[in-house]
């Protein structure tokens, strides 16, 4: 899995760095096919004075790609938002995979059987 943590108009510290990858630790937990995970963190216009903060990931998996968006006053709200809503997403594929998958075994007998 390529981990990659990029900054727009903000400076990355280690903090931010090592506060995003544990909590991306969360996703790679649920589900392993993961491939590439582009993490951007940026400030939005100071116009929007109450979410200027944004941080969005763009989640390769195999076959599939998720892109996700999360804005907020606080950058650690921001991405606390953002993996909360990457890992309903990725729960989502998940069990849609499974389910297909299982559909699949399930009619094997009966295509034997005729």
Do not use: C, W
């Not at 991306?24 to 491939?35: A, G, K, M, P, S």
């Amino acid at each position: 899995m390529n981990l990659t943590i990029s900054g727009h108009h903000l400076e990355l510290t280690p903090a931010i760095r090592d506060y995003v990858q544990g909590k991306l630790e969360r996703i790679t937990r649920h589900f392993d096919h993961v491939i590439d995970i582009a993490v951007i963190l940026g400030v939005e216009k100071p116009s929007e004075k109450d979410k200027r903060q944004r941080a969005e990931v763009n989640l390769r998996l195999r076959g599939s790609l998720i892109h996700v968006e999360s804005f907020a006053g606080d950058l650690y709200a921001a991405i606390d938002s953002l993996i909360d809503k990457l890992d309903r997403q990725v729960l989502k594929y998940k069990t849609k995979v499974q389910d297909h998958q299982r559909d699949a075994i399930k009619r094997m007998p009966d295509m034997a059987s005729a």
